[in-house]
């Protein structure tokens, strides 16, 4: 069981590049997270989803987009890199019918956009 | 203003201390609390649910003030191994999403 797996750990991208992060999770759990974190602004919500096939915005959406086709991965797309997207990224996984006792964290990936 | 609010220390004190954080929520509708904690570089971790009734677990007591939208972390005894970023977290908007502080961060010294 290795719970909620990142790839990749680091990227460094330029400017107007794409690239996917992936979130996977074998814990069969529904409800699946995007946080990006940047210092003084704490976690802040991207997207979630709720089900397979199923995906919503969250706080700060713009410029990523998300799909869930299969339940146990959630994939971050950035089409076009900006600089202000330079954050560390946390997917996250709720099991199901345990309401919010805990949110099981991947271990994020740094993201560096020049 | 922010939903979850936090003073982003850093707090620093002796081992054997006992320290407070506190944390403001500004949705009365919340519906669930949390403290988390970050160690640097790491993803946040559960550390407690926090219940109206208060609770707690070992060294940590966490209290919910509904009333002033209001939630406390209590660490007696501080450890060297406390020293990380606590997190306050709400559940918000119909309680599939969390909403979190921007956390206080506590150096446990020799």
């Known amino acids: 069981n290795a719970g909620v797996t990142q790839t990749p750990k680091f990227r460094v991208l330029k400017t107007g590049q794409s690239m996917t992060l992936l979130c996977a999770q074998d814990?069969?759990?529904?409800?699946m997270y995007w946080y990006r974190q940047d210092p003084g602004m704490g976690l802040r919500l991207i997207h979630y989803s709720v089900g397979e096939g199923t995906t919503a915005k969250g706080e700060v959406p713009d410029g990523y987009n998300v799909s869930r086709l299969k339940k146990q991965n959630f994939l971050l797309g950035l089409e076009s890199a900006a600089p202000s997207q330079t954050s560390v990224y946390f997917c996250a996984s709720i099991p199901p019918g345990r309401g919010f006792n805990e949110q099981f964290f991947g271990p994020g990936t740094r993201l560096t956009v020049l | 203003r922010k939903e979850v609010e936090q003073d982003p220390g850093p707090f620093n004190v002796p081992e054997g201390a006992t320290v407070a954080f506190n944390c403001t929520y500004s949705?009365?509708?919340?519906?669930?609390f949390f403290w988390y904690r970050q160690d640097c570089r790491k993803e946040p971790k559960l550390l407690m649910s926090v219940y109206s009734s208060g609770n707690e677990d070992g060294r940590f007591t966490a209290q919910l003030n509904r009333a002033s939208q209001y939630i406390s972390l209590l660490i007696r005894d501080s450890k060297l191994s406390d020293s990380a970023t606590y997190l306050c977290?709400?559940?918000?908007?119909?309680?599939?999403?969390?909403?979190f502080g921007t956390g206080t961060q506590l150096k446990v010294e020799l």
């Open positions: 814990m069969n759990h529904e409800y």
């Open positions: 977290v709400v559940t918000t908007g119909g309680g599939n999403k969390l909403t």
């Open positions: 949705n009365s509708a919340s519906q669930s």
